[in-house]
């Protein structure tokens, strides 16, 4: 069973649409992310939720608009995907805020062409 | 802010090659410390931590201790196998979120 599982798993899309990302976990966490790889390898938080309640919201374009139906789901939408949105995008969710102890799913790889 | 500097890389070795990849960290008050790493096609993996100072963490022959004094959170390893081959991250942890350094992509060659 995978533990962090996003879908889907690579996206290529045109400049100007909107696209969505799930993400599910089944470890029982509390606490879940959204992080952005770029083609650099730098990993930069977006987002994170705790029990449903955004936690940390990273000066992200309002472009980007995550949502978490429960706390074992949290899900990223964009709207009108822009070049610079092209990355590798991770989901990572964790037992609470504090630990540091991240489990990562395998990323989706967004490409807007 | 809180800020992690990490070795610039690529590091290529040879197998069975001594391993340091060196990180410093910026933080207030005092944070846990990680490593982290990324196996191609793969997403991010806990290697190790340390949570005060002076801590060793290790793991699959990797070891890195939390250095105060130095602000340094260095990982080492004996012997590196070609298996180790991965993008390694180290990273910072307080204030409900992780702050990562820019990765170290390592490659061992037999």
Not at chain 2, 25 to 48: I, K, N
Request: one cysteine or more.
């Amino acid at each position: 069973d995978t533990a962090v599982s996003q879908t889907p798993k690579y996206l290529v899309t045109q400049m100007g649409n909107d696209k969505s990302i799930k993400c599910e976990q089944n470890l029982g966490h509390d606490t879940m992310y959204w992080y952005k790889q770029d083609s650099k390898k730098f990993l930069k938080i977006m987002f994170s939720y705790n029990n449903k309640e955004l936690i940390i919201n990273e000066t992200v374009p309002n472009r980007f608009s995550p949502k978490s139906p429960d706390k074992a789901h949290l899900n990223l939408h964009i709207n009108s995907l822009e070049l610079g949105d092209s990355a590798v995008y991770f989901c990572a969710s964790s037992p609470g805020q504090d630990t540091g102890e991240l489990f990562f799913g395998e990323g989706s790889r967004l490409t807007v062409l | 802010g809180d800020s992690v500097t990490q070795m610039e890389g690529p590091v290529t070795l040879s197998e069975e090659a001594f391993l340091t990849i060196n990180c410093t960290y910026t933080a207030t008050g005092y944070p846990s410390l990680f490593w982290y790493v990324q196996y191609p096609g793969e997403g991010l993996q806990l290697l190790l931590k340390a949570t005060k100072a002076d801590d060793k963490g290790s793991n699959k022959g990797f070891e890195a201790t939390y250095r105060k004094e130095t602000t340094s959170f260095h990982l080492e390893k004996g012997s590196v196998q070609v298996s180790d081959s991965a993008v390694y991250f180290c990273a910072l942890g307080g204030n409900e979120k992780l702050t990562f350094g820019t990765g170290t992509r390592l490659t061992i060659i037999p």
